[in-house]
């Protein structure tokens, strides 16, 4: 177990963590930063198709202005996100960012998440916190970690193992070993990705003229939303992406008020 402590204690020190300013958030027990609607029931789908034509026709070129700002020096594909709906379904609800084989980023949710949305805001915020995920870099961010996770976990494992020991052993003791590491390299900076892309979708939705406060409300409906947002959950809780959109929101009306773009602060700087 101390193995896998110094494991993240390096992944900490020597990976790729956030680059902007996440603000953080109320702590566990303080009152909620906005008010949480009445459970309702889900629209017709209908209506939810044909909120997503007008979303995606505003978050697209918002989106790609936002991620041109951020990376000046990409080339213009990188920036020209494709964004799709997956009709089939069969597919569980799910939106996630990929890269197509064309190189260009993917935007994709899938007919099941679209259907539980309530408004336009919801979609807006999803599919905006996905281009955040890319334009913050979380794929290579992500494949760096891992494999910096698999190689000090693996190294440490075959520096521990007795002399004499089976080769066969000793290759399953080491192989075990790299899968922890990878699976803790993957892990170390999930939640706090997600809030990075929490807090990019938040400028991304609010310059396509949506409201971020009000599109992160669809976090309490998702299952995280009483998780208790371990070390190794994926996602952090529901109560503490709310109250850090809001708080992001909150700086984005300040920006607004005194003539500016709103823009997120980086690591190095305050949000």
Excluded: K
């Amino acid at each position: 177990m101390s193995r896998y402590f110094v494991l993240v204690l390096a992944l900490f020190l020597a990976s790729c963590g956030p680059a902007y300013q996440v603000p953080v958030a109320p702590r566990t027990g303080e009152a909620m930063p906005v008010a949480l609607p009445p459970a309702t029931a889900p629209r017709p789908y209908a209506a939810a198709r044909a909120d997503w034509n007008r979303v995606v026709a505003r978050v697209e070129p918002a989106a790609e202005a936002f991620c041109r700002e951020e990376h000046p020096g990409r080339p213009a594909s990188f920036c020209d996100f494709d964004i799709r709906l997956v009709e089939d379904p069969r597919a569980p609800p799910n939106a996630y960012q990929t890269i197509g084989r064309d190189g260009r980023p993917l935007l994709i949710m899938t007919r099941a998440l679209l259907a539980d949305t309530r408004n336009a805001d919801e979609i807006a915020f999803v599919l905006s916190h996905e281009a955040g995920h890319h334009i913050a870099g979380h794929l290579e961010r992500q494949r760096a970690n891992v494999a910096l996770g698999a190689l000090i976990l693996g190294t440490l494992a075959q520096a521990s193992i007795a002399p004499g020991t089976d080769e066969a052993r000793a290759r399953g003791i080491v192989s075990d070993a790299m899968d922890l590491g990878a699976l803790a390299g993957a892990r170390v900076y999930s939640q706090a990705f997600e809030l990075e892309a929490d807090l990019l979708g938040a400028f991304i939705a609010a310059r396509a003229g949506f409201a971020p406060e009000a599109g992160a409300l669809m976090f309490h409906r998702t299952p995280s939303a009483t998780g208790p947002g371990s070390l190794l959950s994926s996602h952090p809780p529901s109560a503490q992406r709310l109250a850090m959109v809001n708080r992001v929101s909150q700086e984005i009306r300040r920006q607004q008020a005194l003539g500016q773009v709103p823009r997120p602060a980086h690591a190095r700087g305050r949000l």
